[in-house]
């Protein structure tokens, strides 16, 4: 086997980055996209040859018209093969705090936002994004970094 035929049979994960956001009265941005129940953070899907920060940051223009620069990495939450959906590595970071005014959704992919207090943003979130946000926001509150597995600490 030639070195390149081994580093194209191992495994390969699909990767998403998602980016949290708040106001200046502390309520927590969610959005409603067009192709799924329920409402998710911005981001979105991690493209071949991307960075995770690359991705946050072109998902979160491309959502919602906003450029941003993430402050920093709140958690990591590899997501084990479950239905048809296979491994997965979720980033989320800390986008700071923006306006209102600032969000600008193009009604195809996304069709509403919100600011919401974050105990009712999580409460609206897709069952796959509550626990990773709920912990996401608790590692802003320390100011530190989480690994999660499955949505849980580690």
């Not at 920060?53 to 018209?65: D, F, K, L, P």
């Not at 906003?66 to 590899?78: A, E, F, G, Q, T």
């Not at 048809?84 to 005014?101: A, H, K, T």
Request: one cysteine or more; hydrophobic letters at 40%; a negative charge.
């Amino acid at each position: 086997m030639t070195y390149q035929a081994y580093i194209d049979s191992l495994p390969k994960k699909r990767m998403g980055a998602g980016c949290l956001f708040f106001d200046d009265n502390d309520r927590f941005l969610i959005l409603k996209p067009s192709y799924r129940e329920g409402w998710l953070l911005p981001g979105g899907v991690v493209e071949k040859h991307e960075s995770p920060m690359a991705a946050c940051i072109r998902e979160v223009r491309e959502e919602m018209g906003v450029i941003c620069r993430p402050k920093r990495l709140l958690c990591l939450d590899y997501v084990g093969t479950k239905d048809n959906y296979g491994e997965s590595l979720q980033f989320v970071f800390w986008g700071g705090v923006i306006s209102i005014n600032d969000v600008e959704i193009d009604n195809k992919e996304i069709v509403d936002y919100c600011f919401t207090p974050a105990k009712r943003a999580v409460e609206l979130l897709v069952d796959s994004s509550k626990r990773r946000v709920y912990w996401s926001l608790e590692a802003l509150r320390a100011k530190e970094t989480f690994y999660l597995e499955n949505h849980e600490r580690v």
